[in-house]
């Protein structure tokens, strides 16, 4: 579904400024988005609304905080399936059917060395980043790494260190069915901040975005884990 036949008339640039803040800033309240995109509530509603009929967006309850004031805590939204779709997925079925084959013919061992030379072409790229930019911290140039791989990455401070937050996927629904690529570039994360690293969620299984935890050196390592 391509969001330009989703929308139409003079609220199309508006609804895909919806969907392209909901993209990069994660599952978002009507309120942020309201707040983030200079909207009335109302209006914001409105394009919610018919973004959930069209079925780019869909509505989830937040997930449970430590700490939560009184009263039902209000709904996010985040990007669907489709809606993922028509955010220029680099990847395709073409992707997935080309990946299965290289599995049949070369076994496990090919689909990791694949999913190892891509991780690899980051490294590279980051390493070309660090050494024109040697003043950036080394997470934030790995966000602006990612970001211009199309991941739209950020970096959060946490209480323990850093979380990376990736909030496209470019490679979700190969990833999906093969996820030696997100094991390869978690790996790839902790070569080139050299430290341990933990990927606590990803697009590819259902997340509303990919975050990989980066603990202080002297911080203790989460407990939560990505279960498949």
Not at 62 to 81: N, W, Y
Not at 216 to 225: A, F, G, I, Q, V
Request: hydrophobic fraction near 40%.
């Amino acid at each position: 579904m391509e969001i330009e036949q989703s929308l139409s008339g003079h609220d199309q640039p508006t609804r895909e400024r919806v969907v392209r803040s909901v993209m990069v800033n994660g599952p978002s309240t009507a309120a942020a988005l309201a707040e983030r995109l200079q909207l009335t509530p109302a209006a914001v509603r409105r394009h919610l609304d018919q973004l959930i009929e069209d079925g780019t967006l869909e509505a989830r309850e937040p997930r449970a905080t430590a700490s939560r004031g009184r009263g039902r805590p209000a709904k996010v939204f985040v990007l669907t399936d489709a809606g993922r779709d028509s955010l220029d997925q680099a990847y395709d079925d073409l992707a997935v059917q080309a990946i299965r084959f290289l599995a049949e013919t070369g076994g496990d061992d090919a689909v990791r060395q694949f999913a190892d030379r891509r991780a690899a072409k980051i490294e590279q790229r980051f390493e070309t980043v660090v050494a024109a930019h040697p003043e950036i911290d080394r997470v934030e140039a790995l966000a602006q790494v990612f970001t211009d791989e199309g991941y739209a990455a950020a970096v959060r401070d946490i209480p323990v260190g850093e979380q990376l937050c990736q909030q496209h996927c470019p490679v979700s629904h190969v990833a999906h069915e093969f996820p030696e690529l997100c094991e390869a570039e978690t790996a790839a994360i902790s070569r080139m901040l050299g430290r341990h690293v933990q990927r606590l969620a990803t697009i590819a299984h259902g997340d509303g975005v990919c975050t990989t935890c980066i603990p202080d050196l002297k911080s203790p390592e989460p407990k939560e884990t990505v279960t498949r």
